[in-house]
């Protein structure tokens, strides 16, 4: 593993261990070089998977990518990091079981987008506004209405 620091490619591992949700090992290194110390993260990777853009483009798909945008729908929920480790660490499991490498876009916001719901609605609907591009007030007003059950009319 290559040091973050000085690029030097001989670096020790000293501390090894599995990670909150047991799915990644989680290993602290020492660079012998400059002193250095880094964490590094080993996770199982079933298959590579391609996200297929709705323009058609094409692009490996990105676990950091996936993780930054639910975790600023997340920001400032009472959800727990751990949980939301385990819902990203989830949702990957799901992608890679679809059995296709080639994963629509569309496909992976809407698993998202369930996910989110089960666990929180304020994150759900952040998530929601930048999927669905809201432009207006009113699409927000639209999209929460829906999530509400119906309410009768006053008699």
Not at 23 to 50: H, K, M, N, S, W
Not at 55 to 61: I, K, P, Q, V
Request: glycine content about 6%.
């Amino acid at each position: 593993m290559r040091c973050p620091f000085c690029g030097n490619t001989d670096t020790q591992v000293k501390d090894s261990r599995p990670a909150e949700d047991h799915g990644a090992i989680r290993r602290r290194r020492f660079c012998p070089a400059c002193g250095g110390r880094f964490t590094t993260y080993e996770r199982v990777q079933l298959r590579d998977l391609v996200v297929v853009k709705s323009n058609g483009r094409r692009e490996a798909f990105d676990r950091e990518k996936l993780e930054r945008s639910i975790r600023i729908a997340m920001q400032k929920r009472p959800i727990e990091h751990e949980r939301i480790d385990q819902m990203i660490s989830g949702i990957v499991r799901r992608l890679e079981s679809l059995g296709d490498t080639d994963i629509p876009s569309k496909m992976i916001g809407e698993i998202v987008m369930e996910t989110l719901a089960r666990i929180d609605t304020v994150a759900y609907v952040r998530f929601a506004s930048v999927y669905k591009n809201f432009q207006e007030a009113d699409d927000f007003d639209k999209f929460v209405s829906e999530l509400r059950p119906d309410q009768k009319e006053p008699e």
